[in-house]
Nanobody, 127 residues
Framework: QVQLVESGGGLVQAGGSLRLSCAAS????????MGWFRQAPGKEREFVAA????????RYADSVKGRFTCFRDNVKNTMYLQMNSLKPEDTAVYYC????????????????????WGQGTQVTVSS
């Protein structure tokens, strides 16, 4: 299985930026698509972004298109989420996840596409 550890969350003013990292171990990182989800208090976990294993196909939720960028460094076994123009509604715990299978396409937006999850990192955007 794949073990995932998120980092990079924090407190930021609206309009600011953060970069989240997801470090993977336990299985060949480059063979799996990856994704980001988030969950705010009182809300269901929602899809944010995903990237295929070769890093050339991406999928984004409509709410973050044009603001967030997902990319990966397979040498470092790390996936990133660059978050720009942050809004208060982006406040949530952000989770990274690894695809259940080694596919050429991009997984998501269904959470069931993913089999391994990190512990989450808190992102708080103030008004």
């Amino acid at each position: 299985q794949v073990q995932l550890v998120e980092s990079g969350g924090g407190l930021v003013q609206a309009g600011g930026s953060l970069r989240l990292s997801c470090a993977a171990s336990g299985r060949t990182f480059s063979s799996y698509g990856m994704g980001w989800f988030r969950q705010a208090p009182g809300k269901e976990r929602e899809f944010v972004a995903a990237i295929n294993w070769t890093g050339d196909i991406r999928r984004y939720a409509d709410s973050v298109k044009g603001r967030f960028t997902c990319f990966r460094d397979n040498v470092k076994n790390t996936m990133y989420l660059q978050m720009n123009s942050l809004k208060p509604e982006d406040t949530a715990v952000y989770y990274c996840a690894a695809d259940r299978i080694s596919r050429t396409g991009v997984p998501g937006p269904e959470a069931t596409d993913f089999g391994s999850w990190g512990q989450g990192t808190q992102v708080t955007v103030s008004s």
